[in-house]
T-cell receptor
Framework: LAKTTQPPSMEAYEGQEVNVSCSHT???????IYWYRQVPHQGPQFIIQ???DYVVNEVASLFISADRKLSTLSLPWVSLRDAAVYYC?????????????FGIGTRVLVRP | DAGVTQTPRHEVAEKGQTIILKCEPV?????LFWYRQTKIQGLELLSY????????DGGAFKDRFKAEMLNSSFSTLKIQPTEPKDSAVYLC????????????FGPGTRLTVL
């Protein structure tokens, strides 16, 4: 079973808020949720991480459901530069041998 | 601050050649990772070093792929001999051990094997 499930793609117009969901029904107590994004011709870039409730930084917000089985990455006021593949990763100390497993991610298309 | 540096950015090789890709991690990072990215398989881990010690050698990639970390600021990935199916983007990433999940990635090397 995959550790995370995300929609394969989403579309938005510039200036809109984009919410990318991630389901992780088997998340362990010791595990955290990480989000990365990758724009064309670059490596993935870490965006945000969280354990529970709500986390915000200068780039995005992360909402985590009370049972921690669902998280939503929120990108306010997207621009063309936010067009990327967004990856949700669940991992924690000793849960993956200190490795990250990237799924297929969510391709976010931003229209002008 | 310098991020992760990878050279070359592009490499074209004939089938059977030996190629060496290079990576310089972020200064002070003790964990270094090599990944391969293709459209079909996505991102796959090839090798993982902690403080220059090889922790993971990528299983299926063992026979023709060899990663080395000669010092804390330089790593190489050798592919010998290359095959057309090795055409992919090879990414290097580094992190602090306590924050292994917050990895800093380089821009990658796009390898084309003819």
């Amino acid at each position: 079973l995959a550790k995370t499930t995300q929609p394969p793609s989403m579309e938005a117009y510039e200036g809109q808020e984009v919410n990318v969901s991630c389901s992780h029904t088997n998340i362990a107590t010791s595990e955290y949720i990480y989000w990365y994004r990758q724009v064309p011709h670059q490596g993935p870039q870490f965006i945000i991480q969280g354990y529970k409730d709500y986390v915000v930084n200068e780039v995005a917000s992360l909402f985590i459901s009370a049972d921690r089985k669902l998280s939503t990455l929120s990108l306010p006021w997207v621009s063309l530069r936010d067009a990327a593949v967004y990856y949700c990763i669940v991992t924690g100390p000793n849960s993956a041998g200190n490795k990250l497993t990237f799924g297929i991610g969510t391709r976010v298309l931003v229209r002008p | 601050d310098a991020g992760v540096t990878q050279t070359p950015r592009h490499e074209v090789a004939e089938k059977g050649q030996t190629i060496i890709l290079k990576c310089e991690p972020v200064s002070g990072h003790n964990d270094l990772f090599w990944y391969r990215q293709t459209k079909i398989q996505g991102l796959e881990l090839l090798s993982y070093f902690r403080s220059k010690s090889l922790m993971e050698d990528g299983g299926a990639f063992k026979d023709r792929f060899k990663a080395e970390m000669l010092n804390s600021s330089f790593s190489t990935l050798k592919i010998q001999p290359t095959e057309p199916k090795d055409s992919a983007v090879y990414l290097c990433a580094s992190s602090f051990p306590r924050h292994y999940a917050e990895q800093f990635f380089g821009p990658g090397t796009r390898l084309t094997v003819l």
